[in-house]
């Protein structure tokens, strides 16, 4: 089985970044979905980017693209998503999850993932 644990959460103001990274024990096979997940208070979980790990394909959210970059380093067996041009509704709880059996057109659908990271906090001010 998978755990998965997150870092790299903080504050910082409009305009800058942080990169998260999700440390992931166990066994990450070509047929997993992994993604990151953010929730804001009072706010729907929502999918922001997500890598499919057999075809090495990567998706975004149209809010985040051109800003958000997921990656994964196999030999690390860490998820990353570096953070750029941050704005202040980017401010949420963000989780990582992970799925052994993808289906890629589901890849934003929270419930597919039965891994999740506990969250790491991220605050952006104007």
């Known amino acids: 089985q998978v755990q998965l644990m997150e870092s790299g959460g903080g504050s910082v103001q409009a305009g800058g970044s942080l990169r998260l990274s999700c440390a992931a024990s166990g066994y990450i096979g070509t047929n997993y979905c992994m993604a990151w997940f953010r929730q804001a208070p009072g706010k729907e979980r929502e999918g922001v980017a997500a890598i499919y790990i057999g075809g090495d394909s990567t998706y975004y959210v149209d809010s985040v693209k051109g800003r958000f970059t997921i990656s994964r380093d196999n030999t690390k067996n860490t998820l990353y998503l570096q953070m750029d041009s941050l704005k202040p509704e980017d401010t949420a709880m963000y989780y990582c999850?992970?799925?052994?059996?993808?289906?890629?057109?589901?890849?934003?659908?929270?419930?597919?993932?039965?891994?999740w990271g506990q969250g790491t906090q991220v605050t952006v001010s104007s």
């Open positions: 999850a992970a799925v052994r059996s993808c289906t890629v057109v589901l890849r934003f659908v929270s419930y597919i993932y039965n891994y």
